[in-house]
């Protein structure tokens, strides 16, 4: 009975090695050499549109100006209409023939009447593809007991209710024309717990579950409904300037997250970044996501000691 337990439990170990070694070799191909799945199967070059929301800046404004130089028209969503006329009107300069449009959305405080104007806007193009980019965190790391309620109600309602009402206003119609779709939301290595961001963090948890949800009720309709997770890239919300290993520019993460290909987790979740992909890849085959929280909670400690003084220096010199 003895060697039969050893062998059993040293199988068992070999086995589960052996799996994590197989993972390791999948996205160490996925990263290097396997091609990307590309975009054609989703009708670009053929007149259909992909709508990209907050799209005037960082990660969107790169989404949009992507899938417009791969041949989809694009519908811009945000909230300041010059700037969304500004990236229209880059969009055309770069891509010859191709069209744009926008619609002016504060997800903050959108009405029904807003989102009714989306769905109208959309349900007249041939959308293929949905970028739901749009999001906000905290100003700066903050304990959840005194987060700022407005603060707390606009990222839920950019984030999470931002994200459903516009994939409502858009999916009907897309399901209609039964042709292939895609959709891309953005979520965030946050989604991981995160204290002193942890309505932030919630509200990118719950993209998580919503999106696994939706693609499994999407599948037999051929729409693919991807999240894209991402460590910090270079932006004004990550409040981080220069690129490195670790924070890619939103240029270099967008080119990686439309191959469509990244690391780990479930079928409708990608890391398409590489570096983002080997963290992630450690955090869920290492069981590291609990140190992920311990270290969260020091940094964004530090990181929130910091910003008061730089507060108080600016309120001084005022
Ligand atoms: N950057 C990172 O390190 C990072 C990490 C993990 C996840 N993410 C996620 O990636 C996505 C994009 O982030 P980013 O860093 O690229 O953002 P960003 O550079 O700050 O750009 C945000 C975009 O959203 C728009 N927007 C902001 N608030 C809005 C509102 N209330 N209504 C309508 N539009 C609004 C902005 O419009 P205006 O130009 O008018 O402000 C802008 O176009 C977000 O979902 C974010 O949570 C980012």
Known sequence: MF????????????????????????????MTVLPGKGL???GAKRGTWAVVTGATDG???????????KGFNILVVSRTASKLTTVQEEIEQKNSGIQTRSVVINYETATDADYESLRTAAAELDVRVLVNNVGRS???PVSFATTPLDELSAIVNINVLGTLRTTRAVLPAMLARKERGLILTLSSFASTPTPLLATYSGSKAYLVAWNAALAAELASARIDARLINTFYVVSAMSKIRRASLLVPTPKTFVRAALRLRGSTGTR??????WAHAFVAFAMEHLELKGLWTRIALKQNTAIRARALKKQAREQKSQ
Do not use: C, N, W
Not at 13 to 29: E, K, S, W
Not at 59 to 69: D, I, K, P, S, Y
Not at 268 to 273: E, M, N, Q, R
């Open 268 to 273: 409708s979740a990608f890391t398409p970044y």
């Open 3 to 30: 060697p039969f337990a050893t062998f059993f439990i040293f199988a068992t170990g070999i086995f589960r090695l052996l799996r994590v070694l197989l993972a390791f070799v999948r996205l160490f191909l996925q």
């Open 138 to 140: 905290h100003d700066m």
């Open 40 to 42: 054609a199967k989703y």
């Open 59 to 69: 990660m969107g404004r790169e989404f949009a100006l992507q899938l417009a130089a």
